[in-house]
């Protein structure tokens, strides 16, 4: 069997699949797992199952929901009650994305840590040392990613570290560990990663792209020191220089071509999911891109904001708003878009803007890839270390570096006057670099801004023409702990709610 074969996220093409009507996974308690693992077959089929996890809705979808859609970039769309809370800011600890990314997560976890316990025990002749080494690294890479995601969800979560099969109290009562607590069990499987993981797997674009390698660890770990309550700056740099001096050779490439559906695998991205269509394709599209691209006529969910939109035109930044967001003219009503009644004369009299990153819809099984890691990110993350560490000048160069590529001015001597106007600055590059990629919500919360930019935006209803009122708190900065753990698990404790 090739190679190949382990590493390709598939994604069942869910048939019936409605607008309210998505997967859910069955909690952790009820993961079947096998006990036999004999052959190395056997396990590169295990450590495929922990890749195939980010087939699930909170990677294909939640995770925009709860970091785009939360946050200033998007409106929810739709029709889905429970997607408006997340737009609202009303989310309940009944809703099932809620738990859906929490169970989904938890299960992703758990095939991690079967490959951990079972990889050492494995004596088939064909599994070479290197290759063992190998696996435990990816296992470790994705064991703290989820972490790193249920982390900045949640805030401390229960750490499992070893396989759970039983329902007795004893073992599934377990209770939160402190943020803190995780992001040091984060950065401690990062740590055995990078000593385990090459920095390619060959001259395969779309097998080096598709599995955990040592820059996708790298820059995880400088993710996760600058996200962690007390970053650690310098820290995070050195990881980036790690990644900038991979062999893998991570650059810059033309903005366009990374969203443009016909240059994945590229030299920009560290870590993405290998769509391939058919029963292997993604369902996401389907759900974002207009009628004229997608092939349906019903209202569509992630719609970007108003205020996203003239973030991108006040700063003349036409490169980056056209791979992001396409505007058609639609029959339906949109809250903030446009509320005009469809008559004969003008059967679409509503311009609405869309969600682009995605260009393909393709009846619901997608070739378009999704990054995970993206070089582009980093820059960011590097020139924010840099400005935090007081070396401005060098954070300006990185900031340019992205800006130049999408061919705007320089930050001027007033944004680099300072490390708070830099800062500043550095955001909202992020913003308009990262939209609709599942960023947004964690920079806001890093840089201490969510409530802050949350009750300052000013989203006008069309409806009513009144501002929607986020009442935006700290409180509000986690999401709620799912009400169907809280009830299984008597030793969790619920996040403060307002």
């Not at 195939?52 to 946050?71: G, H, K, P, T």
């Not at 995880?220 to 970053?231: G, T, V």
């Not at 092939?295 to 939109?309: A, E, M, N, Q």
Request: with cysteine; net charge negative; glycine share 4%.
């Amino acid at each position: 069997m090739k190679i190949r074969t382990y590493i390709l996220f598939t994604l069942t093409l869910l048939a019936t699949c409605s607008c309210e009507d998505f997967l859910d996974l069955e909690p952790i308690s009820q993961e079947a797992s096998a006990t036999a693992y004999e052959s190395l077959d056997q396990i590169e089929a295990a450590l495929t199952g922990t890749y195939e996890s980010f087939q699930s809705d909170a990677y294909v979808w939640n995770n925009i929901l709860f970091q785009d859609v939360r946050s200033d970039n998007h409106y929810a769309g739709g029709d889905n009650p429970e997607i408006f809370e997340m737009d609202y800011l009303t989310i309940s600890a009944t809703n099932s994305k809620v738990y859906q990314s929490w169970s989904n997560t938890y299960n992703a976890i758990l095939k991690a840590n079967i490959v951990l316990e079972k990889v050492d025990g494995i004596e088939d002749p064909n599994l070479s040392d290197n290759r063992r080494d190998q696996i435990k690294g990816e296992a470790y890479f994705l064991r703290a990613f989820h972490y790193y995601n249920l982390v900045n969800m949640y805030g401390g979560v229960p750490l499992i570290l070893q396989p759970t099969s039983s329902t007795a109290p004893e073992a599934v009562n377990i209770p939160r560990s402190t943020a803190e607590q995780v992001f040091e069990q984060i950065l401690t499987d990062l740590n055995f990663a990078i000593s385990l993981l090459p920095d390619t797997y060959g001259n395969d674009a779309s097998i080096n792209k598709a599995r955990a390698t040592r820059g996708a660890a790298n820059a995880l770990a400088a993710k996760a020191c600058m996200q962690k309550p007390d970053p650690e700056y310098n820290t995070a740099l050195d990881y980036i220089a790690q990644v900038e001096s991979s062999t893998a050779n991570y650059r810059l490439i033309d903005y366009t071509e990374l969203f443009d559906g016909s240059h994945y695998n590229n030299d920009e991205s560290i870590l993405e999911i290998q769509y391939i269509g058919g029963d292997e394709g993604s369902w996401g599209p389907q759900l974002l891109l207009p009628p004229s691209l997608s092939g349906d006529s019903w209202r569509k969910f992630v719609t970007p904001s108003r205020d996203l939109v003239a973030a991108f035109d006040a700063e003349g930044d036409e490169i980056r708003k056209n791979a992001t967001v396409i505007f058609e003219n639609v029959s339906w009503i949109d809250e903030y878009w446009g509320i005009e009644q469809p008559t004969n004369d003008n059967p679409k009299p509503n311009n609405v803007a869309f969600g682009y990153k995605w260009k393909n819809a393709m009846g619901w099984a997608s070739t378009d890839h999704q990054y995970i890691l993206r070089y582009g990110d980093i820059v960011l993350l590097k020139a924010e270390a840099l400005n935090e560490s007081g070396m401005l000048a060098q954070a300006a160069l990185e900031v340019n570096r992205i800006r130049n590529r999408v061919h705007l001015d320089p930050l001027t001597s007033e944004q680099t006057g300072s490390k708070e106007a830099l800062r500043v600055a550095i955001l909202h590059e992020r913003r308009l670099e990262l939209a609709q990629e599942a960023q947004r919500w964690d920079d806001l919360v890093r840089y201490g801004k969510a409530v802050e930019t949350m009750n300052q935006l000013e989203e006008i209803d069309l409806r009513n023409n009144q501002p929607t009122n986020y009442a935006m708190s700290e409180a509000k900065i986690l999401l709620p702990i799912p009400q169907q753990e809280l009830d299984r698990n008597t030793a969790l404790t619920p996040n403060p709610s307002n």
